[in-house]
């Protein structure tokens, strides 16, 4: 495979051994597309314990620069390796469908079994999927695919190819920063203008602007993509978690996630919006403070069964 000229000095074979183990120890100051290159190509190196050595690295990569390499370009096989080591992870292997880099062997393989997010890249992308429609062929055959939503891709390959000015996702809806209000309004326009593919990417990088205004998009898919961009923060899942204009969909992942749901408040906020599933409200009633389950026991925002439900937990406690 080619590589870039500059790192050919951290992987040439003629490098002593010490050095070239330094280097598959992650030892250098390099972008993260750079470095994850650099360690692959030392996976593959003569002696075994460099190989072996670099082999770990790139598997205990910080899921962050690995992320941040996805947005960049690498080679076919880098990515392919990187989905073997990572593909459990959902975002990471999102972020593999929609890199323009990844080789068409490895976007069937996710289009067959991967997540709901990742299957949302692959069907956005309507000129990769003119150009080979075996990918589709590979999508009838994944279960979360239903026949609504094949029926939808297959609507959408009949509409006019978009216009060369379709938008990328600029620097500065990755970057944490506040926005001033015209920023804002630019950004909704922006963002108006993009397909299916690159709205989960933004989803799954961007900003807390970028957040807010795709957790209020009508497609469930780019809705949940935000709640495993790693940088979202516990304040803004709260605020989810309490909102009556939250799905039920989106409640019932914020409550499946075991570090999310230790926080107190999220489990109150849960319990006490009348949109949450009764059966993952009612699971969480045992973990309320008395003072709260006496609130909810009186409560008249909730389902009645919730309310009884809590007037018996009181009842219990008593006895």
């Known amino acids: 495979m080619k590589i870039k000229k500059e790192l050919l000095k951290f992987v040439s074979p003629d490098l002593p051994k010490e050095e070239r183990l330094r280097y598959a120890r992650g030892e250098l100051s390099l972008d993260p597309e750079d470095l994850v290159t650099v360690l692959f190509v030392l996976s593959y190196d003569r002696d075994r314990e ?9 598997e205990g990569c910080p899921r962050e620069t690995i992320l941040k390499a996805l947005e960049r370009r690498l080679h076919p096989l880098v990515i ?6 990572h593909g459990d992870d959902e975002t990471i292997q999102a972020m593999i469908a929609g890199n323009p880099h990844t080789d068409l062997p490895t976007i069937l393989r996710l289009a067959q079994s991967g997540s709901q997010a990742t299957v949302g890249v692959i069907s956005g992308d309507t000129e990769r999927l003119k150009t080979h429609p075996e990918i589709l062929d590979a999508l009838k055959k994944n279960p979360l695919v239903t026949d609504e939503r094949l029926e939808e891709i297959k609507s959408s390959l009949s509409q006019p190819s978009p216009s060369e000015d379709t938008p990328s996702i600029p620097s500065e809806l990755i970057v944490e920063k506040e926005m001033d209000d015209e920023k804002k309004q630019n950004l909704y326009k922006l963002v108006q203008k993009m397909g299916v593919s690159e709205k989960i990417k ?33 304040e803004e899942l709260l605020k989810l978690a309490s909102s009556k ?26 319990v006490f919006n009348p ?3 009764v059966s993952v409200a009612i699971k969480l009633i045992d973990f309320l403070h008395e003072k709260d389950v006496e609130k909810l026991a009186k409560s008249k925002n909730i389902p009645s069964v919730l309310a009884s439900t809590a007037r018996r937990r009181i009842e219990m406690r008593k006895h």
């Open 50 to 58: 460099v190989s072996e050595t670099a082999g770990k690295g790139l």
């Open 80 to 85: 392919r390796k990187i989905l073997r080591m």
């Open 202 to 234: 933004l989803a799954l990088t961007g900003n807390k602007q970028a957040r807010e205004l795709l957790l209020k998009d009508s497609n469930k898919v780019i809705v949940t993509s935000v709640l495993k961009n790693p940088r979202i923060t516990e």
């Open 245 to 270: 204009s939250t799905s039920d969909d989106v409640l019932r992942l914020i409550a499946r996630n075991k570090e999310w749901i230790k926080n107190y408040s999220m489990k109150q906020a849960l």
């Open 275 to 277: 949109k949450t599933p």
